[in-house]
């Protein structure tokens, strides 16, 4: 498969703003996603048996890290699975729902057979849920085997794996190395596969400008920094946010202080009774209170 926001052309692939990304942001409907999350996760579990091997593992793993016994069954334990079975390199879910995720919006009938709403809703929502964060600018590193021509504003398109070290990430490639001021980004902390790795993860949805690039010996090494975020399909699963707020969107300007994201914030309602799925969902959701409250600036829709 083609590496992150690519397409092919005449000569290398092309990092572009990856238009046809699920890179949803959920702003204005994380409540009414929280309630679809059941049926969602029951539905998708088992089609994809990537994603059902791959989160009974992960369930499995989180259990014996933290010592739990039953699965509490709260968004914080749903986020911290979800960010364990994407480290997995065995079963490599990650491949399949990167690749699903840079070219899941070619529009509404695409979208509908996207196989991992679930897991991108988790994955979205994590920072929030599993450490009560909003993740600040920060450089981070991604190296990789491909040579790349990339257009002056990027996005990966995808989730992408970074490093807060340059020689952790140096290892997986120095053809195109890129330096990066994420302001998106999470680290993994102790829920990566690879602690030793740093690993930071940039959502779909984070735009990129290149500020410098520089030929070395083994390729070339790309600067670029974060210009805010893209959501062109924001609540594609509802509709629309409680606040009414639109489908499309983009919020420029994350490199610095900006007003509270207006609109409602969704509440720590429950998600309502799952069935037994087998690899052990659980019966009820919640979502815990962690105070956190998004401070971005969202711009008019495009």
Not at 156 to 164: D, P
Not at 181 to 197: D, K, W
Not at 231 to 256: F, M, Q, V
Not at 283 to 291: F, I, L, P, Y
Request: glycine share 12%; with cysteine; charged share 15%.
């Amino acid at each position: 498969s083609l590496p992150p926001g690519t397409h092919v052309g005449a000569g290398n692939p092309v990092l572009t703003l990856a238009s046809s990304s699920v890179d949803d942001l959920y702003r204005g409907c994380e409540s009414a996603m929280r309630h679809h999350l059941p049926s969602l996760m029951q539905k998708e579990l088992a089609k994809t048996k990537t994603f059902s091997l791959a989160w009974a593992k992960a369930k499995k793993e989180w259990m014996r890290k933290t010592n739990t016994y039953s699965f509490p069954n709260t968004m914080k334990a749903f986020c911290s699975v979800a960010v364990l079975a994407y480290t997995l390199e065995n079963p490599p879910l990650y491949k399949d729902f990167n690749t699903a995720t840079r070219t899941g919006w070619t529009g509404h009938l695409a979208y509908a057979s996207y196989p991992f709403k679930a897991l991108h809703f988790l994955l979205t929502q994590a920072p929030r849920e599993i450490w009560g964060i909003k993740p600040s600018c920060a450089t981070v590193y991604r190296g990789t085997h491909m040579k790349f021509s990339i257009n002056k504003l990027f996005r990966f398109g995808q989730f992408t794996s970074t490093s807060k070290s340059s020689k952790a990430a140096a290892k997986f490639g120095r053809k195109t190395f890129f330096v990066l001021v994420s302001c998106t980004g999470y680290v993994l902390r102790g829920l990566s596969q690879f602690p030793g790795e740093q690993e930071v993860l940039v959502p779909p949805s984070e735009m990129f400008q290149v500020t410098k690039k520089k030929h070395t010996l083994h390729g070339k090494t790309v600067h670029a920094r974060s210009v805010g975020v893209c959501s062109n399909h924001n609540c594609a699963y509802i509709g629309k946010g409680e606040d009414g707020e639109s489908r499309t969107g983009w919020e420029p300007g994350l490199l610095g202080s900006f007003p509270a994201l207006g609109g409602k914030r969704s509440g720590p309602g429950l998600l309502g009774s799952l069935p037994n799925l087998g690899s052990g969902v659980g019966s009820v959701v919640r979502a815990e209170g962690t105070g956190f409250s998004p401070q971005l600036w969202v711009g008019s829709g495009g």
